[in-house]
């Protein structure tokens, strides 16, 4: 069973920057980043797999151009690099895990992964 463990996040006044990191302890194939902010649903944010050493991501439209998601395999973990913070990226961040390609978009859907972290808050302010 995967555990995945994230860390970075914190609070940062708008336009500012941070970097969430999860930590997977097994085998992951594909792997997302969600937030959730208080009295909303879970939203995906930024999606990742690799097909031999070529990666490939995917972003919600309201954080493209901001934010990137890369992964060391090496050390098992992948980073969410957030740029240009808005007060409306605050909510809590989950890190999100998959043994499979999710096809046709399915990366957003939460029902489709099986591990997540157990969170770290992002609180920008204006």
């Known amino acids: 069973q995967v555990h995945l463990v994230e860390s970075g996040g914190g609070s940062v006044q708008a336009g500012g920057s941070l970097t969430l990191s999860c930590e997977a302890s097994?085998?992951?194939?594909?792997m997302a980043w969600f937030r959730q902010a208080p009295g909303k649903e879970r939203e995906g944010v930024a999606y990742?797999?690799?097909?031999?050493?070529?990666?490939?991501?995917y972003y919600t439209d309201s954080v493209k151009g901001r934010f990137s998601i890369s992964r060391d395999k090496g050390k098992n973990t992948v980073y969410l690099q957030m740029n240009v913070l808005k007060p409306e990226d605050t909510a809590m961040y989950y890190c999100a895990a998959n043994n499979k390609l999710l096809f046709g978009g399915r990366w957003q859907n939460v029902l489709e992964y099986n591990d997540w972290g157990q969170g770290t808050q992002v609180t920008v302010s204006s």
């Open positions: 990742h797999y690799s097909v031999g050493n070529i990666d490939y991501t």
């Open positions: 097994g085998y992951t194939y594909s």
